[in-house]
């Protein structure tokens, strides 16, 4: 690692999350609220120091291009100050006064989790509440992304970046140069986040609740400005909007760009779009026999199963119903979903779909070689075939997801967490969900949990969203070796 | 004639002698001694030390005169390359061997006019047509490739209790591209039209594209869908086998040893199924239930385990008293193709031979390329080339005589099928069955098309 590149780059970072922080200071200053401008100036004033204080740190740095082990390095040391300099203005708004509330607050934020320690998100000051609507949208595509889509200069430090950030399998780039990959990414993500916006306005919400709902949204995140999220809006209109938006931000941003190039047939081939869709139809089909004989099979019924079953799967967060109240099979059924996630290339977390299509297809290729010892059997994923090394990565992954999530929950279990809710915020936060059942369920929030705990979740969050392995890495004395 | 050979390999000295003893005047170009001297010993032709891509050693063998240049060494490159510069510099036709499989990849054959190359030949897709060419035997009366394999003629006799029985030749369904040439009863073929209603025993000839014929068989009940074929070896011939055969409905299992090769084949043929042993191994082959196939073809490179596995089939299935299943082998060598034939093994196909005689063919000048005696009927099926200079002439303008009828038209690798108003173009490649006495006819026709034309 080089150290000086790895600050210099982090300061960039910073720059541009200074920058960020003035759209709630303008929102704190329209709305005259003394408390929430000084503390969204000083955060600013703040994290523009850092950046000032982190570049002449790292001045000197060589110039040369990012290497692999750097990237790695700027991500990690990135999202660490993103949790920082987010619960800056938490605390003194007085939104979460408590450090570590306020800390889990933010790294939920950027990492599109959505799990709360405010118990009354109605109280907040509107800048608190587009902050935390903001960051997941910043956090959804990535800041380091949008860092790279801004900054031309990276050169081809910005792809190692890139891929350091972005979830998903190795994909081939939509165009030749990274940056314009990024910036592309970028524009498609804040023109779906337009068109939900203004449907959402359309459809009766204020421009303020419709603008920090969009941001939360197509974040795949799960905060929102009322205590009892979406289900605050009483519109179906509003529902089965912010249904498909989450949908859509469940789905491989790739794809979108593909649409709009005309390749629809290609999109509608993709194997995991499939996938994904089979499988949250199934869970929606399971929701509604489970809810169905209480709540009678009308639209309600299953608009309720679609908005729940989409907001688990595309981890998002948001509920217009306690999940938790729901009969067991359905609530294992949710469990369960909590783990796969939405797609590769997505803004939502969890296993992935594509990983779990190929780690049934592995399984299936398996249960053939038994029968069949001499038989050579390609995996594919669509026609193209997946290269062993990619099936290994996959299956250490997905161990290693399991085996984070064993060790977290046993953590947080052990210290004194009933068994549900241990597992089930454990889960929460390593695949970005948010709510989980019992203590931390849509009814309850993340404020009982030990400072200790909040820790340990903020830990799975991060290692959600960063893929483990980017995160992890810089546990690793390899990375630190010259 | 003055024919130009660049490479003397097997292929090369082959050529070179049959060509020499027809009496043409033939100079071989290679750039290794040793094969040179070979030939210089036992032919009488003309030898040249050098580089085939070098414009003074073609100059010097005299490329601009030649007929024909023929460039069959070990390296696809030269080939290309030694081809494309002698027809700029003024041979009369240009063959170069390709064995490189990517030259073939995408959807328009790559066989004519890449560099004003007149042929690009692969031998081992020659082989491989040659074998399901072959394989085509075991369901119909007679099947014969031509143009390079590209075009397929076959006989098919109607069955004492087959529904087609009774209707006329026209209402058979037959796939698009495949046509009917005849009706052959009492030795004696009818032409399509005014054909009479087909009887048992009638035998109709049919021709199209190989796939199309193949198709034909399994659409009239001949060859049923989803049997068993057990390619071994994994190699190119293999590949092309065996997706050939799934393409056709048809179940084909790859036994290859190497695991990479193995890897790759699962990755390219996904519906094949690819199987990782040594061929030669009776417990792997036990393992398999090789001898159960419905035939077993064996295309490795190597001539013993071809032959090995082929016996060892048949070992097996005397063990387990069962009928032994059809085999084909593919040979390389010069003259290996006889032993098999003698120790009864069902088709045997020659990649010398399929690629010396496609070459032989391809520098045949307009006018009768080969001709074929269909079994058991005074007919042959003939095999003309038109001259390069036709243009602006149909089908219908050719005046044959009565009895004859044009089986398909191939142009660059394409079948077409013989409408009357298809027009006709320089070197289109002909298929026309006829009485033996007609032929010079025919010749005459196609000569006299071309010269009013100018």
Request: aromatic share 6%; with cysteine; net charge neutral.
């Amino acid at each position: 690692v080089n150290p000086r590149a790895v600050l210099s780059f982090t300061g960039l970072v910073l720059v541009v999350v200074a920058a960020i922080l003035i759209l709630p200071l303008g929102v704190a200053i329209a709305d005259g609220q003394p408390r929430a401008i000084r503390a969204y100036a000083a955060t600013a004033a703040l994290t523009g120091f850092g950046a000032v204080a982190l570049r002449i740190a790292g001045r000197r740095s060589g110039g040369v291009g990012l290497h692999r082990k750097d990237a790695f390095g700027v991500v990690a040391l990135s999202w660490l100050l993103l949790g920082v300099v987010g619960a800056l203005p938490l605390m003194l708004d007085r939104a979460v006064p408590d450090p570590f509330g306020a800390l889990f607050e933010a790294v939920s934020g950027f990492t599109t989790t959505g799990a709360t320690v405010v118990a009354d998100v109605d109280s907040l000051s509107r800048a608190t509440n587009l902050w935390r609507c903001l960051m997941h949208w910043v956090g959804g595509m990535g800041i380091v992304v949008l860092f790279v889509a801004v900054f031309p200069q990276l050169g081809v430090g910005a792809k190692q970046l890139f891929k350091a950030e972005v979830p998903g399998l190795p994909s081939e780039g939509l165009r030749p140069r990274i940056r314009e990959t990024a910036s592309r990414l970028w524009w498609v993500y804040a023109g779906l986040t337009a068109l939900c916006a203004s449907l959402l306005w359309l459809e009766g919400m204020s421009a303020y609740d419709a603008v920090c709902h969009a941001f939360s949204t197509l974040g795949s995140g799960g905060f929102s400005t009322r205590t009892a999220s979406v289900g605050a809006w009483e519109s179906p209109a509003i529902h089965w909007t912010i249904a498909a938006f989450m949908l859509i931000a469940g789905l491989n941003f790739g794809l979108y760009y593909g649409l709009l190039r005309g390749r629809v047939r290609e999109v509608l081939r993709n194997s995991e779009l499939r996938f994904y869709l089979l499988f949250n139809t199934l869970l929606v089909l399971g929701v509604v026999i489970a809810i169905g004989p209480q709540r009678g099979l009308g639209e309600a019924t299953v608009r309720e199963a679609v908005f729940q079953v989409l907001a688990v799967t595309t981890t998002t967060g948001f509920m217009t119903a306690d999940f938790d109240t729901y009969p067991d099979g359905a609530r294992m059924l949710l469990f369960l979903a909590m783990f796969v996630g939405g797609c590769a290339g997505s803004t939502a977390g969890g296993l992935k779909a594509a990983r779990v299509l190929l780690l049934g297809k592995v399984a299936a290729r398996e249960l053939r070689a038994t029968a069949n010892p001499h038989a050579v059997i390609a995996v594919r994923l669509g026609h193209a075939v997946v290269p062993e090394p990619v099936l290994i990565g996959v299956l250490v992954f997905v161990t290693t997801y399991l085996g984070l999530f064993a060790l977290a929950s046993v953590v947080l279990v052990a210290g004194g967490m009933d068994l549900v809710s241990g597992a089930s915020a454990t889960i929460a936060c390593l695949s970005s969900v948010g709510p989980g059942l019992g203590a931390v369920g849509p009814s309850g929030n993340y404020a009982a949990v030990s400072a200790f705990g909040k820790l340990v979740l903020c830990f799975c969050m991060l290692a959600g969203r960063l893929e483990v392995f980017a995160l992890l890495a810089i546990f690793s004395p390899e990375v630190w070796r010259r | 004639v003055r024919i130009v050979i660049g490479g003397a390999g097997e292929v090369g000295r082959h050529l070179a002698g049959m060509l020499s003893q027809q009496g043409h005047d033939v100079v071989l170009i290679d750039e290794h001694a040793d094969p040179l001297a070979q030939a210089e010993e036992g032919l009488d032709v003309q030898v040249l030390s050098g580089d085939l891509a070098s414009r003074r050693v073609l100059g010097r063998a005299g490329v601009g005169q030649a007929d024909a240049m023929i460039a069959v060494t070990g390296s696809d490159d030269a080939n290309v390359l030694g081809a494309a510069l002698a027809r700029s510099m003024g041979a009369g036709v240009a063959v170069a061997r390709v064995d490189q499989p990517t030259f073939y990849e995408g959807d328009g054959p790559a066989e004519h006019g890449l560099l004003g190359i007149d042929h690009l030949l692969c031998s081992t897709r020659l082989t491989a047509a040659e074998i399901l060419t072959l394989m085509g035997r075991s369901e119909a009366t007679h099947v014969h490739g031509f143009c390079a394999g590209s075009v397929q003629i076959a006989l098919w006799t109607v069955a004492e209790d087959h529904p087609a029985r009774g209707s006329t030749p026209h209402d058979l369904s037959l796939p698009r591209r495949v046509v009917v040439g005849g009706v052959a009863r009492d030795g004696f073929l009818r032409p399509p039209e005014g054909a009479p209603r087909l009887e048992p025993g009638d035998a109709v000839l049919l021709a199209g594209p190989p796939d199309g014929v193949a198709e034909a068989f399994t659409r009239l009940g001949g060859l049923p869908r989803g049997r068993r074929h057990v390619v071994v070896g994994g190699g190119e011939i293999g590949a092309i086998l065996a997706d050939t055969l799934t393409r056709r409905g048809q179940r084909a299992e790859v036994v290859e040893p190497d695991r990479r090769r193995c890897e790759a084949l699962a990755a390219d043929l996904p519906k094949v199924s690819v199987l990782r042993g040594d061929p030669t191994d009776l417990a792997f082959l036990r393992d398999i239930r090789f001898h159960e196939a419905d035939s077993v073809v064996a295309v490795t490179h190597q001539e013993e385990v071809n032959l090995l596995t082929t016996l060892l089939v048949r070992q097996l299935d005397r063990e387990a008293h069962l009928a032994v299943p059809h085999t084909y082998v593919s040979v390389h060598r010069h003259g290996y193709a006889d032993l098999c034939r003698k120790i009864g093994i069902e088709g045997t196909a020659s990649s010398f031979e399929v690629l010396s005689r496609a070459i032989l063919e391809a520098i045949e000048p307009p006018g009768v390329v080969s001709r074929h005696e269909l079994p058991g009927l005074a007919w042959i099926v003939a095999h003309l080339r038109t001259a390069p200079s036709l243009r602006d002439a149909t089908l219908s303008d050719v005046s044959l005589p009565p009895g004859t009828t044009v089986l398909a038209v191939s142009r660059r690798e394409q079948v077409l099928s013989p409408r009357p108003s298809l027009p006709l173009q320089g070197s289109d490649e002909l298929l026309v069955v006829c009485p033996p006495r007609d032929l010079p006819a025919v010749e005459r026709a196609l000569r006299e098309l071309a010269r009013a034309d100018r």
